[in-house]
């Protein structure tokens, strides 16, 4: 038997949700129509899963997703919501949940998603899991990498060459050096320009060479 949570402001869709896991021999040992009332009774009940809506009011639902695993480590939650955008999953998956759902989903899939994340599992709808996957490969294949340009400034850096060098023997102006060398802070997450040498070196987007090889004119 699970213990669960309601939390959603919709009273209509609380009473369907509660009539039908009473039915499947679960318990509902609360229910909230706020973020601030799913934070306290979580805190008072203890259940074993949270069903949590995103919007609600006073307090919404990624923030009192937030606090309640902040708060108990233990229990899990699992999002049902109409939002289905990418930056809310990541949102609220970031925030602590463990399972993220649309409200079209049945109430078949929402039973076994809870009983899925009591047993540890990770559950997000296939259509938001491929949408993620997409935009996160998207986002490595325009962000890893640095382009030729900043690649070339970077080796001729580690080559020994000051900023004003590497522009000069690149045929390009200091401050382009300089806004290639910020971008290249970014997608390194390098702090200096030491650091960001050696972070490329360690990925192997450039070499270092013996000082005999790397004299400037």
Do not use: C
């Not at 233990?74 to 925030?95: G, P």
């Not at 986002?139 to 890893?144: L, P, T, V, W």
């Not at 390194?188 to 030491?194: C, F, G, I």
């Amino acid at each position: 038997m699970i213990r669960i949570l309601l939390a959603d402001d919709h009273t209509l869709l609380r009473d369907g949700l509660r009539r039908s896991f009473e039915a499947a021999g679960d318990t509902v040992v609360g229910e909230a129509s706020t973020g601030e009332e799913a934070v306290a009774l979580a805190k008072a009940l203890l259940p074993d899963v949270v069903l949590m809506d995103l919007s609600m009011p006073v307090m919404d639902g990624i923030e009192a997703t937030r606090r309640i695993r902040e708060a108990l480590p233990s229990v899990r939650i699992a999002v049902l919501t109409m939002h289905d955008d990418i930056d809310r999953t990541r949102d609220a998956i970031a925030a602590g949940a463990t399972a993220y759902l649309s409200k079209g989903t049945s109430f078949a899939d929402v039973r076994e998603t809870v009983l899925r994340v009591v047993d540890g599992e990770t559950v997000l709808s296939p259509a938001l899991a491929g949408a993620m996957l997409t935009a996160m490969n998207d986002a490595r294949a325009q962000e890893a990498l640095l382009s030729d340009r900043q690649v070339e400034i970077l080796q001729a850096i580690a080559d020994g060459m000051s900023t004003k060098q590497a522009g000069r023997y690149l045929g390009i102006t200091t401050k382009t050096v300089h806004n290639h060398l910020n971008a290249i802070y970014r997608k390194l997450d390098a702090q200096s320009l030491t650091h960001a040498v050696l972070g490329a070196v360690r990925l192997g987007i450039i070499d270092l060479k013996s000082n005999e090889e790397t004299q400037v004119g």
